[in-house]
């Protein structure tokens, strides 16, 4: 009689080979025909190429399994500080700063990332500038040189990123919850690192933090540890020769190490909580106003059971949305407004199922109950667990029309993804497939897997400003590396679970969004750009016939425009409401949707409610009307419509809460918006909004409007008319009069010569840093296309100069970022965005430096060569091809919402690109960005930290007044069609 697997465990792993290149296909969607080749090189590094012949983007990732928790006991942050340091310089390009030059020159980017036990590299570039990037890519990661003149820099640049994230909740939770883990494990370690960490306390000790980090790299970048995904127009033959080429050297330290045990090549770590330190909770005091239950259960690293995933069933089962779900009984209790789950199994050992709870101002007082709804749910489960193989058979079916139908991934997306799913320990050929589909049901695995889910496993965080009554009287203890405050005690001193289940709780009910036909229309007008398929007083249709991707999906963008939504700060309000009651009430059917591929996004800009749906064509009209019924006939009681009121308050409260550099980054361009309410405004507005206020709303606005939709996908014209068709007569609006629809939001226009300042505020008190927004405005009319894309090439030129003078040289600290785009409404403006420690008059000063004076001396001094292959590296991003359907239907969408209907706007840029020459960016700089300039525009918003002195304004505006501000400004003119619009109908 064969052995048995004891009650509530799982089977072992199987041993865990070093894998075979020998007939490995990968699992791919059937949308995906990308040859794509696995390989081992003799020194132990996996790798897989793919080849797209069409490609815009050559692409390259490179995962090294090292990371926080490889750290020595003695260097917290090592494996951070290595990461900062490996692109610097290297044996073969050994000038600094190299590497961004060269991408931003070639159309590309790069990052990293450390995580618990690895560390991930990746870059994308121009197909034609692949294999350079990836000769130096490698031999930073293969021959870093660790210079010791920039140790010290970029460890001030890790301390900088240790400081942003201070007054972080997230960063403050996961680091209360790492002290929580076992005396001793590698956990409970400060994995991000700082000066301290890296410098003062190693050189206190006598020791060089640099050379012990050459140690360091030299044992643990090896390469049994690597993972190399590459992707290219090349055949994969001569992409497997570059890697091959370029990776061999690896040094195999790891040799005649075991791939298990104490002293494995891949380490494995065990469950970092015995039952002494589980049935917690934790009572964590928030620094932005916030109410949140978040779960975490502690569970075997199961990720060889790929073809069950027992836990991510559960999992889902548990983050339902629908009706007998966990959410929709919080909801109904008026306890809770959203509900989360997922499971980090990025830690090879073990994993962390969590799940997160937004808790109404009610539901904090009741979060015992709240807890101990979740887990009656799993208590349910197993009670129905005869029951559960039908759900699984549903999920089944949906994880392989996810697959089978997933849309292609743009290059970096697809290396990215690719080598982290390299690091999982399932069969090569699934490396893919194996992420998303369900194969076969096994309830023993799945009864286990639900046994491990007790409340005396879980550690409960409460997270709130104030305790809740029902807690302890006061914060006892402070996190010493984040801060934070908090206070433990039992989980079962406060939840306790009854003698019988919730009667609200059961199991999913069949969904009836599982689309059934898949498929291709045969018909369809063939066009380049989209086609005007109606447009009376009442409404507008745009169609675009998908010819290029051939999913059975399409997607309905809309917007609904009204002179109600942006008149007033109270219209507004309402707006914005009426949203969020609609994905309130239309959350129970979500659920099934979302699970099923759909997905529907709604909100506010200007004097329009926007919508985005899309999912597979079968169902797609039973989607949108779904939706459309939800927002026209919703009905809500006090109670529901009152924590929906406070939730959408404390969404507003929170925008200005996000990081510094994120909120001048947002905020400062609405001040040059014609009409803009800020969050102050709307808030004032929803405090005394009743659900007659909503509602009364509701029919106005919905009396008179115009419908704007582009239909695009799968779909024929004739499917495209009816589902237009059905949202009109679904609504049943009158038309508005030609003067009541406005038209695109319009900017604001400085005079000549301007200079200002506007300082706020930050509301977080934990914050030292301070943000800065400086802006240089070129208004130069309606989209004048010669200056726009000037200011594109000056911002291709200074991106590389900026970061390496401000954020390298001069420190001003982590987050130094140029602004990706050029336009505003019809402005024209280059925007430098920093967080930083320093006063914001100084780093205003040092931006000031760079734009006034630096930045033309390199431009002046810009060779031909190096102009041109700036020219390229633009054009080249105007002319990538579209990486999937998404992206097509966005660009129309965006193309219409502009309001210029300028469809080939991309390829008209590029090449007008081509006309341009040197003297036209020196002209440009002279004119606009030039500090002796006497037509130079310049805006610039503090954010000042609640540490930092007022800031004396020492030329300009000191703006006092923003409606007093704006009033003395003139609005530019409205953007129009390019084109008539007989020029867009079918047949013109």
């Known amino acids: 009689m064969g052995s048995q697997t004891p009650p509530h465990t799982f089977p072992p792993a199987p041993p865990l080979g070093e894998g075979d290149d020998h007939d490995v296909t990968l699992e791919l969607p059937s949308t995906d025909r990308r040859p794509h080749r696995y390989f081992i090189l003799p020194n132990g590094i996996e790798a897989v190429v793919i080849s797209d012949v069409n490609a815009d983007k050559g692409a390259a990732s490179i995962s090294v399994q090292a990371g926080s928790m490889n750290d020595p006991e003695d260097l917290p942050g090592c494996a951070h500080f290595c990461e900062h340091l490996v692109f610097i310089s290297s044996k073969k390009f050994p000038e600094e700063d190299g590497y961004k030059a060269f991408l931003k020159a070639n159309n590309g980017g790069s990052n990293a990332g450390t995580g618990m036990t690895h560390t991930d590299y990746f870059f994308d570039v121009a197909p034609r500038a692949l294999k350079e990037g990836l000769e130096r890519t490698a031999d930073f990661i293969l021959n870093p040189l660790f210079p010791t003149s920039q140790v010290d820099r970029e460890v001030n640049a890790i301390e900088a990123e240790y400081k942003m994230d201070l007054p972080n909740d997230p960063h403050r939770q996961y680091q209360i919850l790492y002290t929580l883990a076992k005396p001793g494990h590698r956990l409970n370690h400060f994995n991000i690192g700082n000066i301290e960490s890296l410098v003062t306390l190693p050189e206190r000790d006598g020791r060089s933090p640099r050379d012990e980090l050459v140690d360091w790299h030299a044992a643990n970048y090896c390469g049994r540890r690597i993972k190399v995904v590459v992707f290219g127009r090349e055949d994969v033959d001569t992409l497997q020769s570059w890697v091959t080429n370029l990776f061999s050297d690896a040094r195999i330290s790891t040799q005649g190490l075991p791939l298990t045990g104490p002293n494995a090549v891949f380490r494995s770590f065990d469950i970092p909580f015995r039952p002494e330190e589980l049935g917690k909770v934790v009572f964590y ?127 970096v997306a697809h290396v990215k993804n690719l080598v982290q799913r390299l690091r999982h320990p399932v069969p090569r050929s699934k490396v893919l497939s194996s992420a998303t589909i369900f194969e076969e049901y096994n309830s023993s695995f799945i009864n286990t897997a639900l046994e491990h889910l007790q409340l005396e496993n879980a550690i409960v965080f409460v997270e709130s400003q104030e305790l809740p009554a029902n807690g302890p009287p006061t914060f006892t203890t402070t996190e010493p590396i984040y801060g934070g405050r908090f206070t433990v005690d039992s989980l079962q001193k406060f939840v306790q679970l009854g003698d019988t289940i919730d009667p609200t709780l059961h199991l999913p009910n069949p969904n009836p969004f599982i689309p059934k036909n898949f498929e291709l229309t045969p018909t369809g007008t063939v066009s380049d750009v989209p086609l005007l398929l109606s447009d009376t007083a009442y409404s507008r249709l745009w169609y675009k016939k998908d010819t290029t991707f051939l999913l059975p999906k399409s997607s309905i963008k809309m917007k609904l425009q009204s002179p109600l939504i942006n008149a007033s700060a109270r219209g507004a309000a309402l707006s914005l409401l009426l949203i969020e009651l609609t994905h309130h009430v239309f959350s129970t059917e979500e659920g099934d949707a979302e699970v099923a591929g759909f997905s529907w996004y709604a909100g506010g800009v200007h004097d329009t409610l926007r919508f985005n749906m899309t999912g597979f064509t079968d169902k797609l009209g039973f989607f949108v009307g779904r939706i459309i019924s939800t927002l026209l006939n919703f009905a809500v009681d006090p109670t529901t419509f009152g924590n929906v009121v406070e939730q959408s308050k404390q969404d507003l409260k929170n925008e200005l809460f996000q990081p510094p550099y994120l909120v001048v980054y947002h905020e400062a361009p609405k001040l040059l918006v014609e009409t803009h309410w800020n969050q102050e405004e709307l808030i004032q507005e929803l405090e005394n909004v009743t659900v007659s206020d909503a509602v009364a709303f509701r029919t106005e606005l919905f009396a008179r409007l115009h419908i704007e939709t582009l239909v695009y996908g799968a779909i024929s014209e004739e499917g495209a008319i009816k589902l237009h068709s059905n949202i009109e007569k679904a609504i049943g609006s009158a038309a508005l009069t030609p003067n009541e629809k406005g038209g695109p939001p319009r900017s604001l226009l400085l005079p000549e010569g301007y200079e200002g300042t506007k300082e706020f505020t930050y509301g977080n008190s934990e914050e030292p840093s301070n943000g800065i927004a400086y802006t240089l405005y070129a208004a130069t009319g309606v989209d004048d296309r010669t200056t726009r894309l000037i200011a594109s090439l000056v911002l291709q030129v200074a991106r590389a100069p900026f970061s390496s003078i401000l954020r390298t040289q001069e420190q001003l600290g982590y987050a130094v970022k140029l602004h990706p785009d050029v336009v505003e409404g019809s402005l024209v403006r280059l925007q430098a965005y920093i967080q930083s420690d320093r006063e914001p008059a100084f780093v205003e000063s040092r931006i000031s430096d760079f734009f006034g004076h630096k930045l033309g001396g390199i431009l002046r001094d810009l060779s031909d060569d190096d102009f041109a292959k700036y020219v390229q590296s633009v054009v080249d991003a105007l002319e990538e091809k579209l990486p999937n359907p998404d992206e097509e239907a966005f660009r129309i969408w965006e193309a219409i919402t502009h309001g ?89």
């Open 285 to 411: 005091q928030a620094i932005r106003k916030s109410r949140n239950i978040t779960i975490h259960i502690p569970i075997p690293d199961v990720r060889h059971m790929y073809r069950t995933k027992p836990f991510w069933f559960i999992v889902r089962l548990l983050g339902y949305e629908g009706n007998g779900s966990v959410l929709a009984s919080l909801k109904e209790r008026g306890w809770a407004t959203s509900l989360d789950t997922w499971i980090d199994e990025r830690t090879p050992g073990y994993g962390l199922l969590g799940l997160h709870i937004m808790l109404t101002a009610d539901g904090l007082k009741h979060w015992t109950e709240a807890s101990a709804l979740v887990f009656d749910c799993v208590r349910m489960l197993r009670r129905r667990s005869h029951d559960l193989e039908q759900v699984f058979e549903e999920q089944q079916e949906i994880s392989n029309l996810k697959f089978r139908y997933r849309q292609k991934r743009d290059s």
């Open 900 to 988: 210029r209907y300028e469809f080939d706007r991309r390829a008209t840029d590029a090449a007008h690109l081509r006309t341009i020459t040197k003297a036209d960016l020196v002209d440009f700089y002279d004119r606009y960005l030039n500090s002796s300039s006497k037509t130079r525009r310049k805006l610039v918003v503090y954010l000042r930290s609640q540490r930092t002195a007022p800031t004396e304004v020492k030329s300009g505006e000191k703006i006092e007044d923003i409606a007093a501000f704006r009033q003395g400004l003139v609005a530019d003119k409205r953007a129009t069609p390019v084109k008539p619009w007989t020029e867009y109908a079918k047949g013109s």
